[in-house]
């Protein structure tokens, strides 16, 4: 790494959740470990399986972590986002990658290897303590996604997860932020981007979203609410 790459990735060390409450002298400690690699959209980042020889850090793009069924259809877990550490579960408990993690679009990536990273969760208890928060929000998102998955009608699902979303006021309803495309949100809710689009066409119609390219606002969120329990077209 180069001295202009090892003061790149310190700025984005501090700005990690895990690491934001670590002394300036071990963030530094922690740069020259760091494997930093480039990925590409679709380029599997951790396959399932894998070993769990480091966790991983995401500091520029997005990823999503998936599974497969039998039939190879992917199932979605979750998204990924800038900061967020990944990968952890395997390091903790020495078993294989229980998931794969894809790139959404061309990202940037870096592995801090398992040795430093439990020496770190082990003596540092600040580390430890933002690891087990950020465990119990793992637990809390897949409970949510049992929950949605557990919808019979994908109507149900994709309005499940938009009432997931964060989201912020506006002039024109919710503003739901960092919504993923069509394809990801499938991916997400088991089912075709088809259907996808149909269902936030039909939202659209009745005045309970409205959607401008990439960017969605929920105008109505009873009736979505409401659309999400009944899986009514």
Not at 11 to 17: A, D, I, K, S
Not at 98 to 125: C, D, G, Q, T
Not at 155 to 175: I, Y
Not at 180 to 193: G, H, K, M, Y
Request: glycine residues 6%; hydrophobic residues 40%; charged residues 25%.
């Amino acid at each position: 790494m180069t001295e202009k790459e090892q003061r790149i990735v310190l700025g984005y060390l501090r700005q990690c959740p895990l690491f934001q409450e670590l002394s300036e002298e071990r963030l530094l400690w922690i740069v020259p470990q760091l494997k930093l690699r480039q990925v590409q959209r679709e380029e599997t980042v951790l396959g399932m399986g894998d070993p769990p020889d480091a966790m991983g850090l995401l500091f520029r793009g997005q990823l999503k972590a998936v599974a497969y069924s039998n039939s190879g259809r992917e199932i979605g877990f979750s998204m990924i986002t800038p900061v967020q550490h990944f990968g952890e579960l395997s390091l903790i408990d020495g078993k294989p990658r229980s998931a794969a993690v894809l790139a959404v679009e061309s990202s940037l990536v870096a592995f801090l290897p398992r040795k430093p990273a439990v020496e770190l969760m082990i003596n540092e208890p600040k580390v430890s303590a933002r690891m087990m928060v950020a465990l119990t929000q793992l637990v809390r998102r897949c409970n949510q996604q049992i929950m949605l998955l557990g919808y019979q009608h994908a109507h149900s699902r994709v309005c499940s997860l938009l009432l997931r979303c964060r989201t912020e006021k506006s002039e024109e309803g919710l503003k739901v932020l960092d919504f993923p495309s069509q394809r990801e949100v499938a991916s997400l809710t088991n089912t075709s981007r088809e259907t996808v689009s149909r269902v936030l066409g039909q939202l659209q119609e009745a005045g309970i979203v409205i959607k401008k390219g990439r960017q969605l606002w929920i105008c109505d969120q009873p009736r979505l609410e409401k659309r999400m329990l009944e899986g009514r077209e």
